[in-house]
């Protein structure tokens, strides 16, 4: 049972307390019946606004084993939106630019880094594991008709499980990200995987990242050709797991 839930029978043995109480202090059995009902509903109101927005706890799933991007190889680059101003928020959610992933996840992408390591080029990680905390700040900060944009705290989002990651290719050369069909969070059609429009060599370049991606389990996202989610993401459940805790979370564990 939720600690705040009230049984409706201890809620009337509470009612037939405070009515006496009341009675014997001289107010009136009208106001004190409207006090108590106003008394009543602020609770519930108050447990279901707490209902809505409580991590979703699930059962059966491997325990967190977030594995830092970096250390798996120094050329992996970070560029975390998140921990700027540079996002549709306005300012940095993450206190730190860190990147992390399930460990199956973060060696699929590994084996892509190192594909791309043999053309000149190389993975830049724009967003990976997302705390859950982060998730609803997300849905509690846009407006009604921009939360299809975000995934609601209720169901969490691949990216609580550490198995999703925000990517786009750079050149190893320039250190640059190379051109895409359209920016990263860009939320028009242009952000498509399947957008016929744009540049040859935007959609190109685009495919090679989607090719190289799906040959090590990961899909990507139907309307973010920078999403992918690696096919693991149903054995780890949503975490809450600040990136500064990351480490503490592998205390005691062999891998
Ligand atoms: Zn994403």
Redesign the pocket.
């Known amino acids: 049972m939720d600690r705040l839930t009230i049984p409706f029978a201890d809620m009337r043995i509470f009612e037939c307390r405070v009515l006496t109480f009341g009675l014997c202090a001289g107010i009136s059995l009208r106001r004190l019946k409207f006090l108590f009902t106003a008394a009543a509903l602020s609770i519930i109101l108050f447990t279901t606004a707490f209902a809505q927005v409580a991590l979703p706890a699930e059962h059966g799933k491997r325990e967190a084993d977030l594995i830092e991007l970096t250390k798996l190889s120094k050329s992996i680059k970070l560029d975390i939106k998140y921990a700027t101003a540079e996002n549709f928020v306005g300012r940095p959610v993450y206190p730190e630019a860190r990147a992390f992933l399930q460990r199956p996840a973060a060696e699929a992408l590994l084996r892509v880094h190192k594909k791309l390591k043999k053309m000149g080029r190389g993975i830049i990680v724009y ?1 990976a594991y997302r705390p859950w905390t982060i998730t609803k700040l997300f849905w509690e900060t846009v407006r009604e008709d921009q939360k299809k944009f975000v995934a609601d705290p209720a169901k969490g989002s691949k ?1 609580n499980r550490g198995c ?1 990651v ?1 990517i786009s290719i750079y050149d190893r050369k320039t250190g640059k990200a190379i051109p895409m069909p359209s920016g990263y969070d860009e939320f028009t059609e242009r952000a498509s995987p399947d957008y016929t429009g744009g540049t040859e060599e935007e959609r190109a370049n685009r495919e090679l990242l989607r090719r190289l991606m799906e040959a090590e389990g990961f899909t990507v ?1 139907p309307s ?1 050709w920078w ?1 992918f989610d690696h096919n693991t993401w149903q054995q780890y459940a949503i975490y809450d797991i600040a990136f500064s805790d990351v480490e503490r979370s592998h205390n005691g564990r062999k891998h």
Do not use: P, T, V, W
């Open positions: 967003d990216h999703a925000d996202n973010e999403h």
